[in-house]
């Protein structure tokens, strides 16, 4: 008795397993605010900075700290649709950078990861992309790596404004 009822909890533990290891091997997932259009080799990805007071409103889809990670393949051009929808009107940007510059309390003269990939006045507490306005981002993801996505402007990605941004050599795609 006592050993048919180990068994049976093994062979549970056992059934409840597969399912999670399966999960876990299908790789990043496709969120909505992402659109892949594989023939064109383009990656389009919305991002709202200040979606809602989640870190004070330094975030960006309500992610901040690198809790999770943007994940395109390499060689894709990449379009940030970026929009400020900060709830207490502070000024944001957007940028792909390096994993080490999160912890950089102030940038003077930012240099993205990718040509191109970073928004205006990024930098600049007054005159990077104002609450309420909208900014387009383009670039091609030509190297893979782990990158960070960073919000330049003083103080922000060092409090958090940063999630990750994984360029995949394996055609992988989504959010992880
Ligand atoms: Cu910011």
Redesign the pocket.
């Known amino acids: 008795m006592i050993r048919s009822t180990l068994r049976s909890l093994v062979l549970t533990f056992a059934a409840a397993a597969v399912p999670m290891a399966l999960a876990g091997s299908q790789g990043p997932e496709l969120p909505e605010w992402m659109k892949v259009d594989e023939a064109a080799k383009k990656v389009t990805i919305t991002i709202v900075?200040g979606t809602d007071m989640t870190n004070n409103g330094?975030n960006y889809n309500t992610v901040f700290k690198g809790a999770k990670s943007i994940v395109v393949p390499v060689g894709f051009e990449v379009e940030i649709d970026f929009r400020n929808s900060d709830p207490t009107g502070?000024?944001?940007?957007i940028g792909v950078g390096q994993m080490s510059e999160v912890t950089s309390p102030l940038f003077t003269d930012p240099t993205p990861a990718f040509p191109g990939a970073i928004s205006d006045n990024a930098a600049d507490p007054v005159n990077?992309t104002a609450a309420g306005a909208s900014e387009t981002v383009t670039f091609v993801a030509d190297t893979a790596g782990e990158y960070a996505l960073i919000?330049y402007?003083p103080g922000?990605t060092l409090t958090g404004?940063w999630m990750g941004f994984r360029v995949a050599a394996d055609g992988s795609v989504g959010v992880e």
Do not use: I, L, P, T
């Open positions: 900075a330094w502070v000024v944001h940007s990077a919000c402007v922000h404004m």
